[in-house]
């Protein structure tokens, strides 16, 4: 099954960036199958269609405006999705529930699911995370392996990079190429 995992998120806005530290994480700390490709998908946006249509399944790795307490985590296929109206509040939240409204018309589309995470603070300028996301990001992870074990996708655990070490590799860039 191709699959392509998304990290979305803007890292500029504290919690808003957790899509994207989750798949460097995955990324450093994981081996998937040639048939998994893992994409830091920043706000990519409508650029999403590809990934739609052209993967068997896709997981999008993502914040999600929900009321419920921060640090709250679901795992939504996308048919869910696309019911809940008032979930879209951000501009990348938007984009996502609209490629997957325009692709649902389409022939083809991937089994789309987001793990998401109830924020606590998307409207901070700063690179990182607040603390109740750092306490549920272990959570955050384990749902989505639980996400991709469904599918009879495998994965081996092969390194032990922690979270703090990639939000600094985004915040000293030329740390991270050393």
């Known amino acids: 099954m191709k699959t392509a995992i998304i990290g979305i998120g803007n890292i500029?806005?504290?919690?808003?960036?957790?899509?994207?530290?989750?798949?460097?994480?995955l990324e450093q700390n994981y081996r998937f199958g040639d048939n998994v490709e893992i994409i830091d998908g920043g706000t990519l946006g409508f650029k999403l269609m590809n990934y739609?249509?052209?993967?068997d399944k896709v997981v999008i790795l993502d914040t999600v405006s929900i009321e419920d307490e921060p640090g709250s985590i679901y795992n939504l296929p996308s048919d869910v999705l696309l019911g809940l109206g008032e979930y879209r509040k951000t501009a990348h939240e938007v984009e996502v529930v609209e490629m997957l409204e325009i692709c649902s018309m389409l022939e083809s589309i991937a089994k789309v699911n987001i793990v998401g995470i109830?924020?606590?603070?998307?409207?901070?300028?700063?690179?990182?995370l607040t603390k109740r996301m750092k306490e549920s990001f272990d959570s955050f992870i384990k749902t989505t392996l639980d996400e991709l074990q469904k599918d009879g996708i495998a994965f081996e655990k092969v390194a032990d990079s922690?979270?703090?070490?990639?939000?600094?590799?985004?915040?000293?860039?030329?740390?991270a190429r050393l």
Not at 12 to 25: P, R
Request: charged share 15%; glycine share 10%.
């Open 12 to 25: 500029l806005f504290m919690d808003e960036g957790i899509g994207v530290y989750a798949s460097k994480f």
């Open 52 to 55: 739609y249509q052209t993967y």
């Open 118 to 128: 109830v924020p606590e603070d998307i409207e901070s300028v700063g690179i990182g």
């Open 162 to 175: 922690s979270l703090e070490s990639i939000i600094h590799s985004y915040q000293n860039p030329t740390m």
